[in-house]
């Protein structure tokens, strides 16, 4: 009998990747949520100095891994028992800055398992239908909001709450 492998689901931003060190959360906030009264909606930002800063703001270098989540993920990848996906709604314009980061912080992953959110689609719809899609076992988020959305959806998979660094370890090995 073989052993069924357990596919893991990880966040990037705020799970394995920390967020820029200057720039305020409530700033980050306000670019990203959308400022129309619905509550889950996340606003695809429309002008070029909207993108432009949002392409700044995730250079390689301005983030940092949260590197014992990342350690907790390298050595999970190590055992034969767990697959790992990582699933980001980041944005098609935040291709080329996430493969950086990969390169730099986790060069020995195959990059065909990283999914970001090439059709820009709302962040929580394209993380349950990832998470559908890839069959995911447990996934590992830090958002309040796409946890709350995610956890009320049918038949799918449980969805961990992951809010600082060293939770990844705590959370699957105790
Ligand atoms: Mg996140």
Known sequence: MTQKIIRIGVDLDGVVVNKPPIVPKK????????HTNHEKKYRFPKTNLERWIRIQSHHYKLRPPLSK???????LEKLKSFEVFFISSRYRFLANQTRQWF???FPQFDYKKV????????PHLFKEEMIRKLKIDY???DDQRTISYLRKRSNLCPIIKINRDKQITKKLFS
Request: cysteine-free.
């Open 103 to 105: 390169k730099n912080y």
């Open 115 to 122: 999914f970001i959110n090439l059709e820009n689609q709302q």
């Open 27 to 34: 700033l980050i906030e306000w670019l990203i949520r959308s």
């Open 69 to 75: 989540n990342l350690q907790a993920i390298k050595n």
């Open 139 to 141: 996934f590992l988020e």
